[in-house]
């Protein structure tokens, strides 16, 4: 079936560190892949999404690329701050056959400064 | 442009006690879904409406019924609440569910607990 993977998190970083959180998916067809950001106490908003093998989403110095060949979709950020301090959602939309958009668990990080 | 609101932001009930949550959204959106967010289960779909005037089932239906009202308004309602149904719950829209970009608008949440 399908469904989204993201390592399990709390994930904890000191300022200005390297960011990497893992997502891989399994899907039929060719999915759209998103990621999410949830601030404490808020509703998830978009961070990024692909909606193509090799395309590159990014916003607020986050990125992450299709990777059609190895089914993942990691968010990568080469300077973390404390406002990035977040729960972070991968997801990915089905639209062959029924409508369906799959989130993953989602990944706790927390940046200390 | 408030976006995605839901009503209430809290509330407690005892078993057996029912209740509708309410949201709205400003953005002429088409579609319009709950879910529920549990610790360890990421957010599971429980209704959505594709259009107004129509409401499909999604991942975790049962105990739970739904209303599109208008375009604006998606209110869940809760007839006989149970414990198991103690979770965060989000209202969110998009413009149109199933184009390949659909991106959500979500609510700030509301958060149930059943006694």
């Known amino acids: 079936g399908n469904s989204v993977t993201q390592m399990e998190g709390p994930v904890t970083l000191s300022e200005e560190a390297f960011l990497t959180i893992n997502c891989t998916y399994t899907?039929?067809?060719?999915?759209?892949l998103f990621w999410y950001v949830q601030y404490p106490g808020e509703g998830l908003q978009l961070l990024l999404k692909?909606?193509?093998?090799?395309d590159k989403g990014s916003n607020k110095g986050f990125e992450a690329t299709y990777r059609k060949e190895t089914t993942s979709f990691h968010l990568e950020k080469g300077s973390v701050q404390v406002s990035d301090s977040a729960v972070y959602f991968c997801?990915?939309?089905?639209?062959?056959?029924?409508?369906?958009?799959?989130f993953g668990t989602g990944t706790r990080l927390k940046v200390l400064a | 442009n408030a976006g995605v609101t839901q009503t209430p932001k809290f509330q407690v009930l005892k078993t057996g006690q029912s209740m509708t949550l309410q949201c709205a959204q400003d953005?002429?959106?088409?579609?319009m879904y709950w879910y529920r967010q549990d610790p360890g289960m990421g957010l599971r779909l429980i209704y959505y409406?594709?259009?107004?005037?129509?409401?499909d089932k999604g991942e975790v239906p049962n105990g739970y019924n739904v209303s599109r009202l208008n375009k604006r308004e998606f209110s869940l309602r809760l007839e006989s609440a149970a414990p198991s149904q103690t979770s965060v719950y989000f209202c969110?829209?998009?413009?149109?569910?199933?184009?390949?970009?659909?991106?959500?608008?979500f609510g700030p949440g509301t958060r149930l607990t059943v006694l």
């Open positions: 969110a829209s998009s413009e149109f569910s199933g184009g390949a970009a659909d991106t959500q608008y």
């Open positions: 692909a909606t193509k093998a090799d």
């Open positions: 409406s594709a259009s107004e005037g129509t409401t």
């Open positions: 953005m002429n959106h088409n579609s």
């Open positions: 899907a039929t067809g060719y999915p759209s």
């Open positions: 997801a990915l939309i089905i639209t062959s056959g029924t409508y369906k958009y799959i």
